[in-house]
């Protein structure tokens, strides 16, 4: 079996909570709370959960957008917080970020071209004569031609603003891609098309992702293993078909069982969740999950469930399975 091209050990971000006149750190927000995660070359690994759980900042703390608090990072056998900012320059090109929204994250005055390009010169990938050419080839192979090249953001749809954002992410030749919520903002016939680029881009580039999102339909049409997670703690992982034909934990069974069927007379028994999820500053005692669980046990309100293989790739943290 290969080594895993991105190994995220027992990731913790927790972000201090400030008060008094003296700035003092009177908490900490735990955004990530003792994440582990494992990405094979060529994979596309599926993180999904509702918004508050943490996803997004997994992603950025593996990219070093913001700083871990504790934990390990190791992809292609390199720790990256263990690197000088020499050897992370020199290695952030084959670890790339496509962000959720395409417009903010583009500069409203640089042309697309140049937005695209600019990362090329930067690490000196190719000759200046050449990063045109190049530019123009990778937006080909993201369904845009070479006239967009030379015009401004705001003068492209959303769809097309996303499959920017993506060349930009692809124009470095990158081993991993970081998709944060790539497609949330998007018409749905438009999320069909991306996530058709993506699986595109994959198969002709050999790319591995990790695919951050919170709609289960579409993490199930891209992604060959997917993580469960809530409020900063991992709640189960599984191959995509096993999830969705055999899922374990109670938070899982809740979330397939909102995802829209597109067979009218077909009818799924829906899971509503009650109340709000609590916040990460204060999480609850022993499950972080019990206190909207419909299944929770006395043990659950205080005994945290230890992450367990269940066979098959299966991993659950759940007292009841």
């Keep these: 079996m290969s080594k895993p091209l991105l190994e995220v050990n027992n990731l913790k971000k927790y972000f201090p909570i400030k008060s008094g006149l003296l700035n003092r750190t009177v908490g900490h927000v735990r955004a990530v709370d003792d994440i582990n995660i494992a990405i094979n070359p060529g994979e596309t690994f599926g993180l999904?959960?509702?918004?508050?759980?943490?996803?997004?900042?997994?992603?950025?703390?593996?990219?070093?957008?913001?700083?871990?608090?504790?934990?390990?990072?190791?992809?292609?056998?390199?720790?990256?917080?263990?690197?000088?900012?020499?050897?992370?320059?020199?290695?952030?090109?084959?670890?790339?970020?496509?962000?959720?929204?395409?417009?903010?994250?583009?500069?409203?005055?640089?042309?697309?071209?140049?937005?695209?390009?600019?990362?090329?010169?930067?690490?000196?990938?190719?000759?200046?004569?050449?990063?045109?050419?190049?530019?123009?080839?990778?937006?080909?192979?993201?369904?845009?031609?070479?006239?967009?090249?030379?015009?401004?953001?705001?003068?492209?749809?959303?769809?097309?603003?996303?499959?920017?954002?993506?060349?930009?992410?692809?124009?470095?030749?990158?081993?991993?891609?970081?998709?944060?919520?790539?497609?949330?903002?998007?018409?749905?016939?438009?999320?069909?098309?991306?996530?058709?680029?993506?699986?595109?881009?994959?198969?002709?580039?050999?790319?591995?992702?990790?695919?951050?999102?919170?709609?289960?339909?579409?993490?199930e049409h891209l992604c060959t293993r997917i993580g469960v997670m809530y409020l900063g703690t991992m709640m189960e992982t599984a191959p995509r078909d096993e999830l969705f034909k055999n899922p374990l934990h109670p938070y899982t069974k809740a979330l397939l069982s909102a995802v829209p069927i597109p067979i009218p007379k077909l009818k799924r028994e829906r899971i509503v969740l009650k109340g709000d999820i609590p916040s990460p500053a204060n999480p609850p005692a022993g499950c972080k999950f019990h206190t909207r669980c419909p299944f929770a046990v006395e043990r659950c309100k205080s005994e945290a469930p230890q992450f367990r293989n269940m066979g098959s790739d299966h991993h659950v943290a759940c007292h009841l399975v």
């Design 48 to 219: 999904v959960g509702e918004s508050g759980s943490g996803k997004s900042t997994v992603g950025k703390s593996i990219v070093r957008l913001t700083e871990k608090t504790s934990g390990d990072v190791i992809f292609q056998g390199q720790d990256l917080y263990g690197l000088s900012p020499q050897e992370l320059r020199k290695i952030r090109p084959r670890l790339q970020l496509i962000f959720q929204d395409p417009y903010s994250s583009l500069n409203p005055r640089v042309r697309v071209g140049d937005a695209i390009g600019e990362a090329l010169i930067d690490h000196g990938l190719v000759p200046a004569g050449e990063v045109r050419e190049r530019v123009e080839e990778v937006l080909a192979s993201c369904g845009l031609s070479s006239y967009h090249i030379d015009r401004f953001p705001h003068e492209f749809s959303g769809g097309q603003r996303q499959r920017i954002g993506i060349a930009r992410a692809l124009v470095l030749n990158p081993d991993l891609i970081i998709a944060d919520e790539p497609v949330s903002a998007l018409d749905v016939s438009i999320q069909a098309q991306i996530i058709n680029l993506f699986r595109h881009l994959q198969e002709t580039r050999g790319l591995t992702y990790l695919f951050i999102s919170h709609d289960l339909s579409v993490v």
